[in-house]
């Protein structure tokens, strides 16, 4: 089992809703990621947050808003989505910046629909 | 040029058989490199690392050839469970982000 706890596991939203994405690790990473997947593509990165602050956000729209309240926490709050934005949405953490060991411990992620 | 490069597949191969991926790199500055396995509907997981070297681990052997920006990754007599979808992976530096390949399939068929 994944030591990267995401929640929810299904999530169904309208283009008008406002709903948020959870991530917990207690691994004493200090690195923490979203990415998103579409069917058949490999992850594509859109945020990096280290030591609790937003290092790199990959010029994501900004009706995905990410949120990091503490070291063991990642947050995506997510509003006005459109079709479009429908994927699995992961959530990884490394123990640094995870270009030194390569490991990502990604979630099982959150698989999001948008009506 | 694509960051990093691999053959999609899908590659079908029997039970027992040894197949080979391979994948290629743009940025001849990158400095670390991997395989990730990705099942289907579940997360990627980090494989193995890959060493100039070469290294093996069990039925897998992954070698990177700096010269070509090539990196391989062999699996010898393939089981039902090794069917998944491989991701390259690599690390242009120790600050940038990871950057993963669009991954090639196997399945492996009884």
């Known amino acids: 089992d994944t030591e990267v706890t995401q929640t929810p596991k299904h999530l169904v939203m309208g283009m008008t809703n406002k709903k948020s994405l959870k991530c917990e690790q207690h691994?004493?990473?200090?690195?923490m990621y979203w990415y998103k997947q579409k069917a058949k593509k490999p992850p594509e990165l859109m945020f990096v947050?280290?030591?609790?602050?937003?290092?790199i956000n990959e010029s994501v729209p900004s009706r995905f808003s990410p949120e990091c309240p503490n070291s063991s926490l990642l947050n995506l709050h997510l509003h006005a989505l459109q079709p479009e934005d429908s994927a699995l949405y992961l959530c990884?953490?490394?123990?640094?910046?995870?270009?030194?060991?390569?490991?990502?411990?990604f979630g099982e992620g959150s698989r999001l629909t948008v009506l | 040029r694509k960051e990093v490069e691999q053959d999609p597949g899908p590659f079908n191969v029997p039970e027992g058989a040894t197949v080979a991926f391979n994948c290629t790199y743009s940025?001849?500055?990158?400095?670390?490199f991997f395989w990730y396995r990705q099942d289907c509907r579940k997360e990627p997981k980090l494989l193995m690392s890959?060493?100039?070297s070469g290294n093996e681990d069990g039925r897998f052997t992954a070698q990177l050839n700096r010269a070509s920006q090539y990196i391989s990754l062999l699996i010898r007599d393939s089981k039902l469970s090794d069917s998944a979808t491989y991701l390259c992976?690599?690390?242009?530096?120790?600050?940038?982000?990871?950057?993963f390949g669009k991954g090639t399939r196997l399945s492996v068929i009884a």
């Open positions: 990884a953490s490394s123990l640094g910046l995870a270009g030194y060991t390569g490991e990502l411990f």
């Open positions: 691994m004493g990473h200090r690195a």
């Open positions: 947050y280290s030591y609790e602050k937003l290092s």
């Open positions: 940025n001849s500055a990158s400095q670390s």
């Open positions: 890959v060493y100039s």
């Open positions: 992976v690599v690390s242009p530096s120790g600050n940038t982000p990871l950057v």
